[in-house]
């Protein structure tokens, strides 16, 4: 498998992974208006992104391991446990948000890599267009996370 191909398929973990863990904040957090509909929206940029990779991949002849569609469990590397009685749920928002925010930002770095190999790369130009068409969307991602927790964090992590 080329160096392309191999950033390819963690794109294709990663943004996979992103949307779901998006759903998973959204669903916890419904009675948070703004954290419940925004992570919703923005998983479906990550599984736009993922169809995105995936007919690239193929139209390019890279082969992808298949991935879930779903995950049999909402936990995604939480380090507060959920289920004490004295759990704050200000806490709870800022810890997911804060796993978001990184793996939001190794996405980041997987398109920064693939469309910068690729312009390297006589046969490139497919992973480029799919690089400049998808990135953009990851950075206003890390965007929002970066304000949800700027906007968050005084007022959970003062009380």
Known sequence: ??????????????????????????????GDYEVHYTARELARWSRRH??????????????????PLTR??????????????????????????RRLHLKATGVAVDW??????????????????LATRCRPDTLRQLDWTLAMLKALSPQALSG
């Open 112 to 129: 920064l890599m693939l469309a910068q190999g690729a312009q390297a790369s006589r046969h490139g130009g497919t992973f480029v267009r």
């Open 1 to 30: 498998m080329t160096g392309l191909a191999l950033v390819l398929s963690e794109l294709h973990r990663g943004e996979r992974g992103l949307s779901l863990d998006l759903d998973g904040v959204s669903r916890r957090h419904d």
């Open 72 to 97: 049999t469990d909402d936990d995604f590397g939480r380090t507060i446990d959920r289920t004490g009685p004295n759990v704050d749920d200000a806490l709870t928002i800022l810890d997911d948000l």
């Open 50 to 67: 993922t169809q995105a990779i995936i007919d690239t991949a193929t139209e390019s002849g890279v082969r992808l391991e298949p991935m």
